[in-house]
């Protein structure tokens, strides 16, 4: 498979109004860190059997989530998929990429669901901190993923 190219910068991306922004990506990595350190507070309340933290916590990493989504969502998956939409390879890679990302969503949503009545319900405890190992392995392979492939495709 070809190489794929960066997206141009001039201009909204066509068929949008979405515009390049420089500090996008910026934003996107800071809002991983701020994730990554969200889900390590998530798993030590959960390790230290705190779970009304655990709860309180996993509430506020779901509110981040579905913003940081929706940020990349919008401004980086459309702006990529429009401006390099003559680009089958990279189109077809930011495709999966969102495609994936789609799927992770959800899944994600699932476990939140799931267990946002953890505090209530300690006898969840045990499969809350087994599928909470599962999601934090999900998440850093993804963040390095988007950081080293896709991101490079909107700064370059």
């Known amino acids: 498979m070809p190489e794929p190219v960066p997206a141009a910068r001039s201009g909204p991306a066509p068929g949008t109004q979405i515009h390049y922004h420089p500090a996008l990506v910026h934003q996107l990595t800071d809002e991983h ?15 230290q059997g705190n779970l009304a933290e655990a709860a309180s916590l996993l509430e506020k990493f779901r509110v981040r989530l579905q913003g940081h989504l929706l940020t990349e ?16 390879s990279s189109f077809a890679l930011i495709h999966e990429f969102r495609q994936e990302m789609d799927g992770i969503g959800k899944a994600l949503a699932t476990f939140l669901r ?43």
């Open 33 to 47: 860190l701020v994730l990554l350190q969200a889900f390590g507070a998530i798993q030590s309340a959960a390790a």
């Open 73 to 88: 969502n919008v401004r980086l998956y459309i702006y990529l998929e429009h401006q390099l939409a003559g680009d089958p």
């Open 114 to 156: 799931k267990y946002q009545n953890l505090a209530a319900e300690p006898g969840l405890a045990p499969a809350f901190v087994d599928e909470l190992a599962g999601v934090g392995k999900v998440l850093v392979e993804r963040i390095q993923r988007e950081e080293a492939t896709l991101y490079p495709l909107y700064t370059a």
